[in-house]
């Protein structure tokens, strides 16, 4: 996180440094060329228009800096936010397994149990294969 901002803001040095070399080359072939035309005051002038626009590819760097580092900020919040909730799913889905796993082996200890009780009846056993019935036809669907 650190070594990514560290680099865009030397992006964004060294632009601006070749934003201000190609400016400055420009001006000074200008300047080479009207020099002898030119009064003191011309001269003067013509270097303040240069630091105006000096300044404003200055600003506009940095406004687009302003806009892009909150832009990246709210992609990593939310990517941390995907990936929390991708995990709340899977925790959820495994809590869900382990529930169903749970209440499958309590109902075959519940039918184990009914078996070998020493009180099991023959009223009881029709229950016991109507039940049995039951969670068979459950398991498959």
Request: hydrophobic share 35%; charged share 25%; with cysteine.
């Amino acid at each position: 996180m650190v070594t990514v901002k560290a680099t865009a803001a030397k992006n964004a040095a060294v632009q601006t440094i070749s934003v201000y070399s190609s400016i400055l080359k420009i001006a000074m072939d200008n300047l080479h060329i009207t020099v002898n035309q030119l009064s003191t005051n011309d001269l003067i002038a013509h270097t303040h228009c240069s630091i105006n626009q000096l300044h404003s590819v200055l600003v506009q760097q940095k406004s687009q800096q302003h806009i892009e580092l909150p832009l990246e900020r709210q992609k990593r919040k939310e990517k941390q936010a995907f990936d929390s909730s991708e995990a709340n799913g899977f925790e959820q889905h495994r809590h869900e397994t382990q529930t169903e796993q749970d209440r499958e082996q309590r109902k075959s200890e519940m039918l184990w149990r009914m078996k070998c009780r020493p009180s099991f009846t023959d009223k009881q056993m029709p229950i016991l294969i109507i039940y049995e019935m039951f969670s068979q036809y459950n398991n498959r669907n």
